[in-house]
T-cell receptor, first 115, second 114 residues
Framework: GAGVSQSPRYKVAKRGQDVALRCDPI?????LFWYQQALGQGPEFLTY????????KSGLPSDRFFAERPEGSVSTLKIQRTQQEDSAVYLC?????????????FGPGTRLTVL | AQSVTQLGSHVSVSEGALVLLRCNYS??????LFWYVQYPNQGLQLLLK??????LVKGINGFEAEFKKSETSFHLTKPSAHMSDAAEYFC????????????FGAGTILRVKS
C-alpha cells in the first residue's frame, strides 16, 4: 500500500510569511508524529497525535508553530511568520498504534528554506 | 546526558569490507532501539529494531545489530559493504519519560569506496 506522503516536497518562503505543510499518513494508522531535521543533524521531535488528539507538543520551538489533525487522518503543520532558523526538513511519521515498540514509518519530508 | 550517542559522524569503507556503525544508549531509556537509514532527499527507512526479544536482530539489506546491555551498545554491522549502502544511518531510542516519541542520534554518514 501507499506509504506516508508529504506535500509540498520543497518550500521556499520569505521571512515573515506563513507556511502550511501537509502530511498524509498510512491509512489506518492511529499515531502521527512530526519531526524537524536541521542540516547535518538527526531528526528532533516536534509533536504527535493519537487520532485527532494532540498528546504532546513539547517539541514545538515556539508559539509560531501549530499542528492539527482534525479528522484523525491528514495533518497540517503550520508555521507563522517564518524565520531563517525555521529552515529545515520537516518529517512526518505514522504508526499503527501508540506504543514505544511500534515502527514509525516516515514520509520523504518537506524541505523548508526561509530567505 | 544524551539518550543515544553515535560515534563517528563519517565512516568510510571499501566495497566488500565489513561495515560497523556504533551506537551507545543511556541505560535510563526504555530497552527498545531502532536503526534507520536515510538516502539523499528521502525520508527515514527502518533497518531493524530491538524490542526485548532476541539480542541479535537481523534487518533488511543484510544488516544486523546486537543488543549488549552490559555495554549499553547496539552497533550496526554488515559483513560486506555494497555501493548501494552509502547513506546516512541513525540510531534511535524512545524518550526516557515519554516513550512514544523517538530520540535520534546525530547520524553517521557511510561512504563506500569502489
Amino acid at each position: 500500500g501507499a506509504g506516508v506522503s508529504q506535500s509540498p516536497r520543497y518550500k521556499v518562503a520569505k521571512r515573515g510569511q506563513d507556511v502550511a505543510l501537509r502530511c498524509d499518513p498510512i491509512s489506518g494508522h492511529v499515531s502521527l508524529f512530526w519531526y524537524q531535521q536541521a542540516l547535518g543533524q538527526g531528526p528532533e521531535f516536534l509533536t504527535y497525535f493519537q487520532n485527532e488528539a494532540q498528546l504532546d507538543k513539547s517539541g514545538l520551538p515556539s508559539d509560531r508553530f501549530f499542528a492539527e489533525r482534525p479528522e484523525g487522518s491528514v495533518s497540517t503543520l503550520k508555521i507563522q511568520r517564518t524565520q531563517q532558523e525555521d529552515s529545515a526538513v520537516y518529517l512526518c511519521a505514522s504508526s499503527l498504534i501508540l506504543n514505544p515498540t511500534d515502527t514509525q514509518y516516515f514520509g520523504p519530508g518537506t524541505r523548508l528554506t526561509v530567505l | 546526558a544524551q539518550s543515544v550517542t553515535q560515534l563517528g559522524s563519517h565512516v568510510s569503507v571499501s566495497e566488500g569490507a565489513l561495515v560497523l556503525l556504533r551506537c551507545n544508549y543511556s541505560s535510563s531509556v526504555p530497552p527498545y532501539l531502532f536503526w534507520y537509514v536515510q538516502y539523499p532527499n528521502q525520508g527515514l527507512q527502518l533497518l531493524l529494531k530491538y524490542t526485548s526479544a532476541a539480542t541479535l536482530v537481523k534487518g533488511i539489506n543484510g544488516f544486523e545489530a546486537e543488543f549488549k546491555k552490559s555495554e549499553t551498545s547496539f552497533h550496526l554491522t554488515k559483513p560486506s559493504a555494497h555501493m548501494s549502502d552509502a547513506a546516512e544511518y541513525f540510531c534511535a531510542v524512545p524518550h526516557m519519560e515519554y516513550g512514544n516519541k523517538l530520540v535520534f542520534g546525530a547520524g553517521t554518514i557511510l561512504r563506500v569506496k569502489s
